[in-house]
């Protein structure tokens, strides 16, 4: 199973971009990259995923360099309400042997 | 995104009862779901994979007697622990996904207290 690493924490200022990184060299061909947070005492949120290329959505930037051994999030605009636990997780398998393990994330902490 | 309802969100329970969590899909058919567990300042930790209709695949190490898990219908799923300690006290969290969107999404979790 590919493994991934991040920082233990990080800070933010309110407004400027976070740019949480990720790596995972040991990542194969078809496994995905997959990025979930998880505000205090909730269940987590799912926030982007990707394969080879770069994606965005409302709520972030994912960029994967092109080796694929490493990510960014990218929140543009940070805000207080996304203080939170950001997981970077590779999925394992597909169909019935889907699965998410998750590892210890990076606390996001944003400051005012 | 889809929506995933956990009920209750926290319950308090005697040693040595049952407790039964429920894990519901609202607005799409899960045809797989998962169950997590969680400690105070740990990661999630995966207990088991359960497809709709069959019997659900443990990981490593969770006794699959102690976590009863039931994945009857493509919306619900329950865990049951069954002669609940003070050491099963965690946060209980329920995923679901379906067989089209290969994202999963999470219920709010439950807080299980045992005394």
């Known amino acids: 199973d590919a493994k991934t690493t991040q920082p233990p924490s990080m800070d933010c200022a309110e407004g400027r971009a976070a740019n949480l990184p990720c790596n995972h060299s040991t990542i194969s061909g078809n496994e995905y990259v997959y990025w979930y947070r998880q505000i205090h005492s909730q269940g987590p949120q799912y926030i982007i995923h990707g394969l080879k290329n770069n994606e965005t959505n409302e709520m972030a930037s994912l960029i994967i360099t092109e080796d694929r051994k490493s990510s960014t999030l990218i929140l543009p605009h940070a805000t207080l309400r996304d203080t939170a636990v950001y997981y970077c997780?590779?999925?394992?398998?597909?169909?019935?042997?889907?699965?998410?393990?998750f590892g210890k994330g990076t606390l996001l902490t944003v400051n005012p | 995104g889809a929506v995933v309802s956990q009920h209750p969100s926290w319950v308090i329970c005697k040693s040595g009862t049952s407790v039964k969590i429920e894990c519901r899909s609202l607005d799409f058919q899960a045809t797989t779901m998962f169950w997590y567990r969680q400690f105070p300042k740990q990661s999630l930790m995966l207990m088991a994979t359960?497809?709709?209709?069959?019997?659900?695949?443990?990981e490593q190490g969770v006794e699959k007697d102690k976590f009863l898990i039931n994945h009857a219908s493509l919306t619900l799923s329950t865990l049951t622990v069954t002669s609940a300690h003070p050491e099963d006290s965690s946060f209980y969290i329920c995923?679901?996904?379906?067989?089209?969107?290969?994202?999963?999404?999470f219920g709010q979790g439950t807080r299980l207290t045992v005394v």
């Open positions: 997780i590779v999925r394992v398998g597909g169909g019935s042997n889907y699965k998410l393990t």
């Open positions: 359960s497809n709709e209709g069959s019997k659900a695949t443990y």
């Open positions: 995923s679901a996904r379906d067989a089209v969107n290969t994202e999963a999404f």
